[in-house]
C-alpha cells in the first residue's frame, strides 16, 4: 500500500464476528495479544479486542508489505505501541462496533472516536477536562452543548494519544481551543510546534477527530470491511 509524505490514510472498520472466527481458524496475534484477550472477564471485550487487533495488523501489514502475523509491535514507556525500524506511524481508537486507524509517515499521530453517551455529572467532567477557553465554549449560554464537548474530548484524546503522554498529563491544561474554527495551530506550551487537529465525519452517536504534528496535504478514508 503506497502512502506519500504529507499524506494521511484513514481506515473505518465495523464489527465482524469473521474476523474472530478467522483468528480461530488461522491465528496471526502475538501469544501476548492472546494473552491480554484472555485476560478480559466478559467475552464480548474479549471478542472486540481480538477483531480489532485483527484489522489492526491486516492494515499495517499492507503498508509494511509483510504477512500480518509478522506484524510486530514495540512499546513507549508509556505503553504505546509503534513498528520499529520504519518511519510509519499508527494510531488506533475503537468504541462500541466501530473503530478507526490512523497512519502517517515520519510524524506522530493521534486518533480518537468516541461515543456519545450522557454524562453522569458533566460539571465535574468539564472541570477536569478542560480549559478555561473550552469550558466557556462548552458552556455557551449558560447550557452544556454535547456536541461541543464531545469535538474537544476527541481534540485531546487524539493529542494525547499523538504525543504518547496518555492521561499522564493535566488535560485541563491543554488548551485546545483555537482547533475549534482553526484546524492547524502552533501550541505555545509545546515549544510553538505547529499541530493540526481535525474533526472527522464519524457514524450517528459518535464524534471522531485526529491529531498530527505539522501540517498535512491530504487525508484518504478508506473502508476496511
Avoid at 491480554?36 to 477483531?51: G, T
Avoid at 513498528?83 to 480518537?112: C, M, Q, W
Amino acid at each position: 500500500m503506497e502512502l506519500r509524505k504529507g499524506e494521511l490514510h484513514i481506515w473505518n472498520y465495523t464489527f465482524d464476528q469473521k474476523d474472530v472466527e478467522e483468528e480461530q481458524l488461522r491465528p496471526i496475534l502475538s501469544a501476548e495479544e492472546t494473552s491480554r484477550a484472555n485476560d478480559f472477564v466478559y467475552e464480548k471485550d474479549a471478542v472486540k479486542y481480538i477483531s480489532n487487533h485483527v484489522f489492526r495488523k491486516h492494515v499495517l501489514a499492507k503498508y509494511l508489505s509483510i504477512p500480518a502475523s509478522a506484524v510486530q509491535y514495540a512499546y513507549t514507556n508509556f505503553g504505546k505501541p509503534y513498528l520499529e525500524n520504519t518511519p510509519i506511524h499508527f494510531s488506533h481508537s475503537y468504541r462500541s462496533d466501530k473503530a478507526l486507524l490512523a497512519i502517517y509517515l515520519d510524524a506522530s499521530v493521534g486518533i480518537d472516536l468516541e461515543e456519545i453517551k450522557t454524562l453522569q455529572d458533566p460539571k465535574t467532567f468539564t472541570e477536569y477536562s478542560f480549559s478555561k477557553e473550552e469550558n466557556e465554549h462548552i458552556f455557551r449560554n449558560s447550557t452544556m452543548n454535547e456536541d461541543v464537548l464531545f469535538t474537544y474530548w476527541t481534540f485531546k484524546e487524539a493529542y494525547i494519544k499523538a504525543t504518547g503522554t496518555g492521561l499522564n498529563v493535566d488535560i485541563s491544561r491543554l488548551n485546545l481551543a483555537d482547533f475549534y474554527e482553526q484546524e492547524t495551530n502552533a501550541l505555545s506550551w509545546s515549544e510553538n510546534k505547529v499541530w493540526t487537529i481535525k474533526r472527522l465525519n464519524a457514524a450517528n452517536g459518535f464524534k471522531a477527530a485526529f491529531a498530527v504534528e505539522g501540517n498535512i496535504e491530504s487525508c484518504k478514508q478508506f473502508n476496511y470491511n
